[in-house]
């Protein structure tokens, strides 16, 4: 079978964008979360759901599930630059936002962590083996606690983009993993940030997943220069909302992107 080309890829998201451009046209309300059946993200496909949830008992999942205390969060850990003994390669960038709910309140003590790839778009991982330079001083991952505002912050580098398997010359736009929790470890959820202007954007099946473009546009971040420090450091804000019209997209389960 002939391999699927970015063109292929290309035309196929476009194909489903329409369709449901004329779906919207025709009354339809917007979808702000990402279609699990997206062809043109082809794991999404045999991965996704295809029965009804089963539900369990959470009480007997938290029993068996990690832990994890406020008070074990060090604030050294929201730095994801100085884990190490010597100076990460990249940009250096403060990441910031308030986590908040549907009626814009602050979400306070949340436990929020952290992952992504080198400034050169790899991870420290053993399946992640394509030909880019590890940093022996980047581990890429971190954590923090909202404070009573609901603020989060975090300092790194930014992450380069990288390839995956999905077709021919596919490369994922440079991205921020977050993973957020609850008062439970089964509240857990899970999504990514994005940096404006990426020119793979119109290129990712992942991101292209989400039919409607104000619900990308909750993904990608906000350059922010009051943030930045001179000689350095860059600042981007980005807020995550966990409930309501305007909430950010979460992740469904068994995504690995």
């Known amino acids: 079978m002939t391999e699927l080309t970015q063109g292929d890829i290309s035309a196929e998201i476009a194909e489903l964008h329409a369709a449901y451009d004329a779906r919207r046209a025709a009354g339809m309300p917007a979808l702000d979360s990402a279609q699990v059946d997206f062809a043109p993200y082809r794991s999404s496909v045999l991965r996704h759901p295809t029965k009804n949830p089963k539900l369990v008992d959470p009480e007997s999942i938290e029993l068996a599930s990690p832990a994890f205390g406020h008070r074990d969060v060090a604030a050294v850990e929201a730095d994801l630059t100085v884990q190490h003994s010597g100076e990460p390669l990249g940009e250096r960038m403060v990441v910031t936002g308030r986590v908040l709910d549907g009626d814009g309140r602050p979400v306070r003590h949340q436990l929020v962590e952290v992952w992504q790839a080198n400034a050169s778009g790899?991870?420290?991982?053993?399946?992640?083996?394509?030909?880019?330079?590890?940093?022996?001083?980047?581990?890429?991952?971190?954590?923090?606690?909202?404070?009573?505002?609901?603020?989060?912050?975090?300092?790194?580098?930014?992450?380069?983009?990288?390839?995956?398997?999905?077709?021919?010359?596919?490369?994922?736009?440079?991205?921020?993993?977050?993973?957020?929790?609850?008062?439970?470890?089964?509240?857990?959820?899970?999504?990514?940030?994005?940096?404006?202007?990426?020119?793979?954007?119109?290129?990712?099946?992942?991101?292209?997943s989400i039919p409607d473009q104000a619900a990308r546009d909750r993904l990608v971040a906000t350059y922010d220069h009051d943030l930045s420090s001179p000689e350095w450091s860059l600042g981007y804000r980005w807020d995550i909302v966990l409930t309501g019209p305007k909430a950010t997209w979460i992740e469904p389960e068994g995504s690995d992107a």
């Not at 909202?146 to 390839?163: H, L, M, N, S």
């Not at 991205?175 to 470890?185: A, R, W």
Request: aromatic residues 18%.
């Open 122 to 208: 790899r991870y420290i991982h053993q399946r992640d083996q394509h030909p880019a330079p590890l940093d022996p001083n980047f581990t890429g991952a971190g954590r923090c606690i909202t404070d009573d505002d609901g603020w989060y912050r975090f300092v790194t580098i930014k992450p380069g983009a990288y390839p995956w398997k999905n077709h021919v010359n596919a490369w994922r736009p440079a991205h921020i993993h977050f993973s957020l929790f609850g008062t439970d470890f089964t509240q857990r959820l899970v999504t990514q940030m994005y940096f404006p202007g990426d020119p793979l954007f119109p290129l990712d099946p992942i991101y292209q």
